[in-house]
């Protein structure tokens, strides 16, 4: 059997095999045991090592697939749980570092479940492993103790956290500590022993990571104990230099930088959290910091270590008492001199990168990027120091920058000091953080914006020639930076010279002045009117977007056409601020997303750039497709289709969110062919094990029912539709989906179609809210009540839904409503869940027989305050689970999976317009016609089941 999987894993490498091999080994997870025959094949080095990092590459993954459902619990048989627990880390550490850092990443998987209750013995598996003189064992150890013990960076703090970490530190705090000086001590008597030393320097590495890792949240009290003999080897460390660890690559950093770095950011971590215990040692370390920044070179395989080494001081310089060291006018010339100017100034490398990589170059440069760049580490430190001396600091900048903007002035070959000096302006001027929507909102008084601009960008930006692409480039980042504070006037000046930056050759200008516009058109002002108008881009946006598309398909090959996200995001852009008004040029448009989409299908590389490509064709169908709908779905047809034939996974979910867009602009047509014909295949329970498919198959399952319900209750097909709502109810991840489902099932199909499931579909819900019930589950099912209740249009009814309650178990519904929907209701905190609960409550008080019979006694009462209560009071707040935060596109990340496309999110529609906008009024009014209606009863229980408060109040509204 092993011969067989080994075989199939070595076919897996060969691009030629490698779709069939993995299918095959999908099937083959399935049988018992098969983790254990991966970790069999991965350590016997009797194998190809291909062959083996293939088997761990399998294991990660599948562990990652199958390792607990989404409640949590174990998918695998316990014996196998329990055997990969006790085995994987042994393994970890006899196994070569390509093999580990996979076997590290399915570990840190099962740890982020299990880790640490239901893997308690994990710590002292590792403390038993650690070896004070070899290097090679502990890096395997302290590799998976990294894996699993970052996950506490970014995490809140809370009781469960700490006890976690207490439980780590009780353990592995000292032996660690202890590691430290075993190390130190191995590296002395190996510092001419360059495999040795290199190991040493890699484990030293791993180390500082995990002193960051332990520290995250709390200071560990064997640190605070031991904070001087840290510190030492910190020190030491930090100015440490052996020749045997010189990379020969100016380009590449070397374990020497990597562990020198670390050492800065467990510093920084220090300085801003520990400052009380660390305080004694941090003067010797801003000394180190000094010299170390004024003579390192300028290669870039220093980069992250300058940065690093910059993060640290702007931590120092951002407290009031450490600050004091930089406060005299001289030091603060000093350091702008040696420190701020050497890291801020163009170099060779960055020029080649403009050149040659002009993308990466964008990327590094933009505000907002996570790249370690000088520049932007020596922005951050000198801004930190004119927040504390700001008129000083204003005052030796200004003379810097006065001094290269004459040096350009006398010969415009030094166009780099003129680059320089535009840095630093900009990097004086702004101050806060600047924020992906707005830029820089706040400026330092003691300059001018806009004065530095006319004076010395605005003739680059207007010159055709004789200017250095890279000046216009810091011209127009220039206003991207500071467009909130350029007033709009202005930008009715500006706005044409930028747009005409667009046709050049340069592909960093052209770019910079896409990305500009992009944020430019997304910008309103005070009384949040867009600071461009439609109607000033609306004539020039057929020209506009023909022209950016040119650019995107400039070079016809995949990877090329999907480069550049940025030209995508602003072709976005400008279908958002147009909206109709592509209507008269839609052809063209469409021609091109069409011929977009059929090349970048064939190898899918950035997906930034092809989230951006559907929010684009999102935002096409939105605007265009209500005036010719069924061309729209007739173009789009063949190439998305081929989507789903070839399995491009990427790109599915976009797919389906934007086949459900192109029914939703033609609702009032019956469903096309080719849509009758998609249902089938998108029920097929394949379809929806990807998580990723779930949000976006529900959106259109309810796009296609509206227009498909007869064709679906002709072909049998709601029962498979019932079947996924049983699905996706069965987890806390897709409750809400299931639900989603379901009310468009009951909404579309008359209860005829439905009569026979409803006992099921209760079943389901009832059993889900007995067993594991969660805050969302019990919200969707209260709502699904009243969306019953309310929907007497439908046949439907609160008598309707006591029935078919009573009938999974006698007497049932009164538990049910007295415990869950009563007091439930209140939370409801959308406005149409209140008002469909408004009129769930109202309808059940006017015409329910149940509730005038059976509940008589007191349900009529309780139901009467309920809606009172939603009529008078806020909302209660709502348990922590259901809230969903809206993600900004800076933050989202993209891949495989799920990400909505926000240009054609669905529309909620008011299913009630009739009630107008007084709910008052309607309540009184439909109580009033009932009233009449059943001879006076509702007035008849007024009186009887309700105190004199409330009476007068629903008297108020009746009258």
Request: net charge negative; aromatic share 10%.
């Amino acid at each position: 059997m092993a011969e067989g999987l080994g075989a199939l894993l070595e076919a897996s490498l060969d691009p030629r095999r490698n779709k069939e091999a993995e299918t095959t080994l999908r099937q083959e997870e399935q049988k018992p045991g098969f983790s254990l025959q991966l970790l069999h094949i991965t350590a016997s080095d009797a194998t190809p090592y291909n062959t083996r990092l293939a088997s761990a590459l399998c294991f990660k993954n599948f562990i990652k697939r199958n390792w607990t459902d989404e409640d949590g619990n174990h998918k695998l048989q316990s014996e196998e749980v329990e055997t990969l627990k006790r085995e994987l880390i042994t393994l970890m550490i006899s196994v070569p570092a390509g093999i580990q850092s996979q076997l590290g990443e399915a570990i840190s998987v099962i740890a982020d479940s299990d880790f640490w209750e239901r893997w308690q013995s994990l710590v002292d598996d590792l403390v038993s492993k650690l070896s004070p003189n070899n290097p090679t064992v502990n890096i395997g150890v302290l590799q998976v103790a990294h894996s699993i013990f970052k996950r506490w960076r970014p995490l809140f703090q809370s009781d469960a956290l700490y006890t976690e970490i207490n439980h780590v530190l009780g353990k592995f705090g000292t032996p660690f500590l202890a590691l430290f000086e075993a190390l130190d001590n191995y590296l002395e008597q190996n510092k001419s022993n360059k495999e040795n030393l290199t190991q040493g320097f890699a484990q030293l590495n791993l180390m500082v990571k995990l002193f960051y890792d332990l520290s995250s949240h709390d200071l560990p009290p064997m640190f605070e104990d031991n904070i001087s003999g840290i510190a030492a080897i910190f020190l030491k460390y930090l100015t440490y230099d052996n020749q045997l660890l010189h990379t020969d690559d100016e380009t590449e950093a070397g374990l020497l930088e990597y562990v020198r770095a670390g050492i800065f950011e467990a510093l920084t971590l220090y300085a801003q959290k520990y400052m009380d215990v660390f305080q004694p040692h941090v003067e010797q370390f801003i000394q180190s910091s000094w010299s170390f920044l004024t003579t390192i070179g300028q290669e870039t395989k220093y980069d992250i270590l300058v940065s690093r080494a910059l993060h640290f001081l702007s931590s120092v310089a951002s407290m009031p008492e450490q600050s004091q060291v930089f406060a005299a006018e001289g030091v603060q010339a000093e350091i702008v001199e040696k420190v701020i100017l050497p890291n801020v100034s163009l170099r060779e490398s960055d020029e080649e990168l403009f050149e040659d990589e002009p993308i990466e170059f964008i990327r590094r440069d933009l505000e907002g990027s996570d790249s370690e760049t000088r520049r932007r580490a020596a922005t951050d430190f000198l801004r930190r120091l004119a927040e504390k001396f700001e008129s000083s600091v204003t005052q030796v900048v200004l003379k810097y920058t006065q001094h290269y903007l004459a040096e350009y002035a006398k010969d415009s070959s030094n166009w780099k000091a003129k680059d320089t000096a535009t840095y630093l302006y900009s990097a004086i001027a702004a101050k806060g953080t600047a924020t992906s929507t707005h830029g820089v909102t706040v400026t330092n008084p003691l300059v001018s914006i806009a004065d530095y601009f006319q004076q010395n960008l605005a003739a680059d930006l207007i010159s055709d020639n004789g200017v250095h692409p890279i000046l216009k480039v810091d011209a127009i980042k220039y206003l991207y930076s500071f467009r909130s504070i350029i007033t709009k006037e202005q930008w009715q000046q500006v706005l044409p010279v930028l747009v005409n930056h667009l046709a050049s050759s340069n592909f960093v200008v052209y770019t910079y002045a896409a990305i500009a516009l992009e944020r430019v058109l997304f910008l309103s002002d005070s009384q949040g009117q867009p600071v461009i108008s439609p109607a000033e881009i609306t004539p020039l946006a057929k020209d506009l977007l023909e022209h950016i598309f040119q650019l995107i398909q400039n070079d016809p090959a995949p990877e090329k056409v999907q480069e550049n996200e940025f030209l995508m995001r602003c072709v976005m852009r400008v279908l958002v601020v147009v909206k109709e008004g592509v209507v008269p040029f839609a052809d063209v448009i469409l021609q091109r997303f069409i011929s977009i989409t059929e090349i970048i299908r064939k190898n899918p590389s950035n997906p930034r750039f092809y989230y951006f490509h559907f929010e684009a064709m999102g935002a096409f169908i939105r605007f265009a497709a209500p005036a010719n709908p069924d061309k729209l779905e007739q173009a789009l047809y063949a190439p998305f289709a081929s989507i789903l034939q070839e399995d491009v996974q990427e790109f599915i979910p976009y797919v389906f969110q934007l086949f459900a867009a192109l029914l939703e602009a033609n609702s009032s047509a019956t469903l096309p062919t080719y849509y009758q014909e998609l249902i089938g295949p998108i029920l097929m329970p394949v379809m929806w094990d990807s998580k990723g498919n779930i949000p976006a198959l529900v959106r259109l399952l309810s796009s296609v029912i509206p227009r498909g319900s007869q064709y679906i209750i002709e072909h049998n097909q709601i029962e498979p539709i019932l079947g996924i709502f049983q699905k996706l109810v069965s987890t806390k991840a897709n409750e809400s989906f299931g639900f989603d489902l379901l009310e468009v099932v009951v909404a579309n199909f008359p209860p005829s179609a439905l009569e026979n499931y409803f006992i099921m579909i209760m079943q389901i819900i009832l059993q889900r809210l007995q067993g594991s019930k969660t805050e969302n589950l019990t919200m969707r099912f209260v709502r699904f009540f009243h969306f019953i209740s309310a929907h007497d249009d439908k046949g439907y009814s609160a008598d309707f839904f006591i029935n078919v309650t009573d009938k999974v178990q006698a007497g049932l519904f009164k538990q049910v409503y007295l415990h869950v929907i009563l007091p439930e209701t209140q939370k409801l905190a959308r406005p149409l869940d209140r008002k469909t609960a408004i009129i769930s409550f109202t309808k059940t008080l006017a015409n329910s027989h149940e509730f005038t019979t059976t509940y008589a006694l007191k349900g009529w009462g309780l139901t009467c305050m309920a809606l009172l209560k939603l009529l008078e009071l806020p909302p209660l707040p709502v348990g922590r689970d259901d809230l969903i935060a809206d993600a900004d596109i800076e933050d989202m990340s993209f891949g495989v999976g799920f990400t909505p496309l926000n240009t054609i999110k669905a529309q909620q529609k008011d299913p009630w317009p009739e009630t107008g906008a007084d709910l008052k009024a309607w309540v009184g009014s439909y109580l009033k016609e009932a009233d009449v209606k059943h001879n006076g009863r509702v007035s008849q229980f007024a009186q009887q089941r309700l105190e004199d408060e409330p009476r007068k109040v629903l008297g108020s509204y009746i009258s």
